[in-house]
């Protein structure tokens, strides 16, 4: 089974911190996502890595980059947090061969900037 | 660009009762179509997905979707509720096909409340 793991199920931080999300996954997939989950709002696409060193910006990037300098490791960074971006955030990953492979999930990191 | 529709936001029902979630999507072609389920404080869960072939797909937990084209549905199923299924459920769309064919649009959930 494909694991995607989150280094933190819970974050408390406060405004203007950097802060850092961790997400790893174990099957050698080259896809991995950043989501953030709002009630109400469903699950809205921040950033995007097609591979190493690879990123695209999904619906929701502003407020945040990311890192992918190995394969199994994807970051999500907020450069200098703020209220607004206490939320769930979800990571995924995908084998890209075909649009049918479906993105995995981990945990989630439920973030709560003060 | 793809869309998901998920019309209801809360459904409650009794435990042993059937239960049918609702998906709508848009998108040109024939798209890649997929349930999650999600359980409180946790991360999304893939109860089933569709690409092609039979239009009635089988899932795990006793759960089953069937695509209609003609509809432009994806409806879930699962003929007896069991209060452990209580939780939120998520269609996606995902594109068959186009540089964007790693996207996943989901819909905005659906609350189970499963009665005893």
């Known amino acids: 089974d494909v694991k995607v793991t989150q280094s933190s199920r819970y974050l408390v931080k406060r405004t203007g911190e950097k802060v850092f999300l961790e997400c790893v996954q174990d099957m050698d997939h080259e896809n991995m996502f950043w989501y953030r989950q709002d009630p109400g709002l469903g699950l809205r696409l921040i950033y995007f890595s097609y591979d190493v060193k690879m990123k695209e910006k999904g619906d929701i990037p502003e407020g945040y980059s990311v890192s992918r300098e190995k394969k199994e490791r994807f970051s999500l960074i907020l450069e200098s947090a703020s209220t607004n971006q206490t939320s769930m955030y979800l990571c995924?990953?995908?084998?890209?061969?075909?649009?049918?492979?479906?993105?995995?999930f981990g945990d989630g990191t439920r973030l709560s900037i003060l | 660009a793809q869309s998901v529709t998920q019309p209801d936001i809360h459904i409650t029902v009794s435990e042993g009762a059937s239960l049918e979630l609702r998906c709508n999507y848009s998108y040109g072609a024939t798209p890649y179509l997929f349930w999650y389920v999600q359980s409180p404080g946790q991360g999304l869960q893939l109860l089933l997905k569709y690409f092609s072939g039979d239009t009635l797909v089988q899932g795990i937990k006793g759960f089953e979707a069937e695509f209609k084209r003609s509809q432009s549905s994806f409806n879930l199923r699962k003929p007896s509720v069991h209060w452990s299924d209580a939780a939120e459920y998520f269609c996606a769309v995902g594109a068959s096909s186009g540089g964007s064919n790693y996207k996943l649009t989901f819909g905005k959930g659906t609350l189970l409340t499963v009665n005893p």
């Open positions: 995924a990953s995908r084998k890209p061969t075909l649009g049918s492979q479906p993105q995995h």
